[in-house]
């Protein structure tokens, strides 16, 4: 456990992201990390992720594009006990909401990276019960792989040319955690 | 850096929960556009019934068409939180404010409205404590004194938290509060024996109450 937090410190501080030391959560996820933290092409995927400042990511994948919350929205959210979906055939635009999450009694709208058409949302939040006070979802141990929440069928991809890489998005997430 | 802001204040006294509401969507706007600074509404609702967004009315333990005999309404909001009860003699604070201007997220922002209903029960020598996981509240032994229920849109607060000075406790009754069954509800007055609507208005408290939320 230490060896493994030791490395996603290392990891975090190469990417210039901040280190969640919440319990439950741990603290980089990488697509193709197995339990012992050993990375399998990780690394990549991480960095192939845009992110908007609302703190959704975004990964395109031909014309789908998965959708999520960052780790670092859900270390400021807490424990998500509920997710609001999508419909599926819905239209999402390019920084409207397109559902909500729920921790700590607070709702906290959640806005798309892209536009296009919702063709899948993430089943495993929708079957979580409405309360659920010893497991919170997904979204927060995994945020960036069993955490997503929607797909969406991209209309435009130059839309991702306004989202940020990964380490304007860890300068960002510096500069708003030194507000306060 | 720290820099000059401001907090606009508006004490509205007894306001129907529509009315607040509809006051608050237009609030969250002006904020979000920056016509106007953060802003703290400072109120009381007549006796009033309300759900969150995941709406579990099943926690609700009155028929509706019954709600009018005991002088209540009941709303469904897009606040988070389970049901809950408001009424005149308890304190409630709905600050609109930009969590994203100071870089807040939700959980330190909860935790700071829980801290300022603390700091309040401990002006009256009232030992209170925040909830354990997933009972975000206030709380004196496992007595509930204080309720958080908070929307953050655009990140821009509304909603936000409810005091109980002395309620009438017995419309707690037909609701499981927050959807905790088993725990009780209490008031400042049941805690502290003697301190009323009347003394804690003449006391000034709503500044403490602003200080420790922002």
């Known amino acids: 456990m230490a060896s493994r937090l030791l ?174 | 850096m720290r820099f000059q802001r401001s907090l606009e204040v508006w004490k509205l006294g007894k306001i129907n929960y529509l009315e607040a509401l509809k006051l608050q969507e237009k609030l969250v706007c002006d904020r979000k556009a920056h016509k106007i600074p953060d802003t703290l509404l400072s109120l009381q609702h007549p006796p009033t019934y309300t759900l969150g967004k995941r709406r579990t009315d099943h926690n609700l333990l009155i028929p509706v068409p019954e709600l009018e005999k005991i002088g209540a309404e009941l709303h469904y909001t897009q606040r988070g939180g389970d049901i809950t009860y408001h009424g005149p003699h308890q304190a409630i604070l709905y600050p609109i404010i930009s969590l994203r201007e100071i870089g807040l997220g939700a959980r330190k922002y909860v935790e700071k409205l829980e801290l300022t209903m603390i700091d309040l029960a401990s002006q009256y020598g009232v030992k209170a404590c925040a909830g354990k996981k997933c009972e975000t509240g206030v709380w004196v032994g496992d007595r509930k004194i204080g309720a958080i229920g908070v929307r953050i849109s655009s990140g821009i607060t509304s909603h936000g938290l409810a005091f109980n000075i002395d309620p009438d406790l017995d419309y707690f009754k037909h609701i499981v509060p927050c959807g905790i069954a088993d725990k009780e509800v209490t008031s400042l007055r049941r805690e502290t024996g003697n301190i009323g609507f009347k003394a804690f208005e003449n006391s000034g408290p709503v500044v403490i109450m602003i200080g420790g939320v922002i």
């Open chain 1, 7 to 180: 490395w996603a410190s290392r990891a975090a501080s190469y990417l210039r992201i901040s280190v969640s030391h919440r319990g439950f959560a741990s603290a980089c996820k990488y697509a193709g990390d197995d339990e012992d933290g050993k990375s399998h092409g990780g690394l990549r995927s991480k960095i192939d992720l845009k992110y908007a400042e609302s703190h959704e990511w975004v990964k395109v994948d031909g014309n789908t594009a998965t959708v999520g919350i960052t780790d670092h929205a859900q270390d400021h959210l807490g424990d998500v006990v509920f997710v609001e979906l999508p419909e599926v055939g819905a239209t999402v635009s390019q920084g409207s909401g397109f559902g909500a999450v729920e921790s700590v009694k607070a709702t906290s709208d959640v806005y798309s990276p892209v536009s296009g058409n919702v063709v899948e949302v993430n089943e495993e939040l929708n079957n979580s019960p409405g309360f659920a006070p010893h497991l919170p979802l997904p979204v927060n141990s995994s945020p960036y792989e069993k955490g997503w929440i929607m797909k969406v069928e991209v209309k435009d991809a130059s839309e991702l040319d306004t989202l940020k890489n990964s380490d304007d998005y860890a300068k960002f997430c510096d500069e708003e955690d030194a507000k306060h």
